[in-house]
């Protein structure tokens, strides 16, 4: 089955997320605003839909404005992304007081949700005003939903035949879902509501530890339909519903029963932009100079969740079980960095730092350097190049939603003799990519078997496994996750269902 053009529906679509798909930014010269475009995979599969139904797109633009009214520019003309044909009146831009987001934003969403929603309890810390100021915030944000809703009704009037479709996302948006359906229903604006969660949804007994878990059940089950990565994530949803709430559920079918409606839960596991790694494999210069050595690949953004800590004692105890790879395999580590103003996040990288120095300073001979460690942000195109020469990635988080930076590997798999990826059961990749070496990051030596392993794979295997990796990636992009999103809320075109799978 393959992914034929782009996915299409009749219903216009409105986006609710706390980025923009662009970032605003004020030329200190003329003093105006430009937009600096995105280039994220759920950006270039979500724009060319809102653009091509007359939707809008709500968000933060990523600077706090001190005019809330003042426009938002139009793209540049040299913008070839997909944002590029998102025009101004399609951008409803929400503007909040600094102090207010930055406690919504790190407070709440980062130092509370982010580690509980990973199954990382200890490290969550409850905070009373932090929550208030999410209400506050997802308060606004349903406000300038309705207005964007009222506005794409009033520009389509008499010719929509389904009524618009607004899609929340994520967990900084959790609460927003219901006050839309409130409004909505008392202006009598049509509109189906979804919602969807880029990170694992917690087990019933780590949710039931939030203070205000309920609420936030309450806010997501506001929608019609909730998606998730996974089955296992659907589940748990269900059984928070049921637990907490009470609700009347159905597990097998994923439904759940709330305020006199059936919410159905699904499981839409995102993929990526394929063809475009591919292209961007094909075409990048190399970076990687010496063809004697063997690279393992991590990429990652600097985060607890990512296992990187565990990752390199894995490496080290590698270098010890087996010497033979001294001198001849290097780890390859770019770690972006990361909400920097969270003390987690900084500590984080202090050890990280002291570990890499440790082992560095332990094995490194005149000639080599077990561990390269890039913290910073690389280009696409070195990426793909990275990802496309590197004989093993390792994508090890102790928890992680979904994880693309498996797929994008894979993606740029374009040489003979293919690379190996090893990859955590606790991801939401790991589920699916079962040609895949799993590798439980928490059991270091058992690690440091699985990559000896990889380095050591022969050829044919790393081929076949790598083929069929590569083939569901194909199948399975970012396009069809749209897709099946569509068809999940019932508006897909007719002509595309019999292209989805899933
Ligand atoms: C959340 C969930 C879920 C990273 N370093 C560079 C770079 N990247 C790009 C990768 C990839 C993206 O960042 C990271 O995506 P992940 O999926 O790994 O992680 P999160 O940011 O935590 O995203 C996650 C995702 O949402 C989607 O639903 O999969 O589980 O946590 O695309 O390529 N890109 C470039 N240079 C870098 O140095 N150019």
Redesign the pocket.
Known sequence: VTNAGEPSTKASLIVVSNRLPFVLIRNAATGELERKAS????VTAVCPVVIKGSGLWVGWSGIHLEDPNEAIPESNPNDQTPTAGLKSDQVVSVNIDSKIFDSYYNGCCNKMFWPLFHSMPGRANFGGSHWTDYVTVNKHFAVRTIEALEKCLAKKQGSEKSPPIVWIH?YHLMLAANWVREHAEEKNLPCRLAF?L???FPPWDIFRLLPWSDEILQGMLGCDLVGF?IQDYCLNFVDCCQRSLGCRVDRNNLLVEHGGRTVRIRPLP?G?PYERFVNLAQTAPKVLKTSKQQIILG???L?Y??GLVHRLMAFEALLLKYPQHKEKVSLLQ?S?P?RTDVKEYRELKEEVDQLVGRINGRFTTANWAPIRY?Y?????D??AALYRDAAVCL?T?LR?????????FVACQINDIPGVLVISPF???GEMMHEALLCNPYEVNEAAEVIHRALTMPEDERALRMARLRRREAECDVSHWMRCFLKAVGALEMDDVGTTTM
């Open positions: 280039a994220g995979g759920l994520d969807f880029h990170i694992p990565h995102i990526i990429v990652d953004r985060d969740t990512k770019i972006v990361s890039i910073d942000y690389v280009s696409q070195e990426l994508v988080p992680d939603g979904m994880n693309l930076v498996a797929k994008e991801a939401g990749a």
